[in-house]
């Protein structure tokens, strides 16, 4: 990978991946920390999972809206994008496929998880999306070409998300459906831009669902 998140910083927690059943690649939001994603992390599985958290250069993986023209946001999108894909790379070689990788993530970290998931199309362990959508502005096509083959999606939000508007988070919730993703998409009225214990409890189950791919 190259760009402004080449070298980025890891934290891990549970397994190592040498030996880990799964890997949870976790994706943070703008202004928080690997720490702070890993947490959630731990919530969700056991320590048979290997947990991967990056850490964004400069708390920030892009530095507009997710909803902004895509030119707005690089280089930092595709740096960020890459990065991904080079954990991805590195859990395969340690054993892990994909269909035992999951990718999960809160706001902007959402986002570029659904985002990563949809541009690199085949059966994943997973995706968890809390207050998150597919990344472009309005109006874009959010069609992508290629197959989900079955993998596994969860999707909570609230109706009226200062950061997430309600019509992008269930466009993106239809198109990784139309995908072939199972898709579990949850609004939540008033909530705000957090993560409930409803989101938790659903996570869970379909983690404990999509185990062994």
Same mark, same amino acid.
């Given at each position: 990978?190259?760009?402004?998140?080449?070298?980025?910083?890891?934290?891990?927690?549970? =397994?190592?991946?040498?030996?880990?059943?799964?890997?949870?690649?976790? /994706?943070?939001?703008?202004? *928080?920390? =690997?720490?702070?994603?890993?947490?959630?992390?731990?919530?969700?599985?056991?320590?048979?999972?290997?947990?991967?958290?990056?850490?964004?250069?400069?708390?920030?993986?892009?530095? =507009?809206? $997710?909803?902004?023209?895509?030119?707005?946001?690089?280089?930092?999108?595709?740096?960020?994008?890459?990065?991904?894909?080079?954990?991805?790379? +590195?859990?395969? #070689?340690?054993?892990?496929? #994909?269909?035992?990788?999951?990718?999960?993530? $809160?706001?902007?970290?959402?986002?570029?998880?659904?985002? $990563?998931?949809?541009?690199?199309?085949?059966?994943?362990?997973?995706?968890? /999306? $809390?207050?998150?959508?597919?990344?472009?502005? +309005?109006?874009?096509?959010?069609?992508?070409?290629?197959? &989900?083959?079955?993998?596994? /999606?969860?999707?909570?939000?609230?109706?009226?998300?200062?950061?997430?508007?309600?019509?992008?988070?269930?466009?993106?919730?239809?198109?990784?459906?139309?995908?072939?993703?199972? /898709?579990? &998409?949850?609004?939540?009225?008033?909530?705000?831009?957090?993560?409930?214990?409803? +989101?938790?409890?659903? =996570?869970? *189950?379909?983690?404990? *669902?999509?185990?062994?791919?």
């Amino acid at each position: 990978m190259s760009g402004p998140h080449q070298g980025a910083s890891l934290r891990t927690a549970g =397994a190592a991946l040498t030996e880990a059943e799964r890997a949870m690649i976790l /994706v943070h939001g703008r202004g *928080a920390t =690997a720490e702070d994603i890993l947490q959630l992390g731990r919530v969700l599985v056991d320590e048979s999972t290997a947990l991967v958290a990056p850490q964004a250069v400069g708390y920030s993986w892009y530095p =507009a809206s $997710f909803m902004a023209p895509l030119s707005a946001n690089q280089p930092y999108l595709d740096s960020a994008l890459g990065l991904l894909a080079s954990l991805v790379t +590195e859990a395969e #070689a340690s054993g892990i496929p #994909a269909e035992r990788v999951v990718l999960a993530g $809160f706001s902007q970290g959402a986002c570029l998880s659904a985002e $990563f998931v949809a541009r690199n199309p085949r059966r994943w362990g997973g995706l968890l /999306v $809390f207050s998150g959508g597919l990344i472009g502005p +309005e109006g874009m096509d959010l069609t992508h070409p290629g197959e &989900l083959d079955g993998t596994p /999606v969860f999707m909570g939000c609230s109706d009226r998300d200062a950061h997430i508007p309600l019509a992008r988070f269930e466009e993106s919730g239809r198109e990784l459906e139309r995908m072939g993703a199972v /898709v579990d &998409l949850e609004v939540y009225p008033g909530i705000g831009h957090t993560i409930v214990p409803d +989101e938790l409890h659903r =996570a869970r *189950a379909l983690l404990g *669902a999509g185990e062994g791919g």
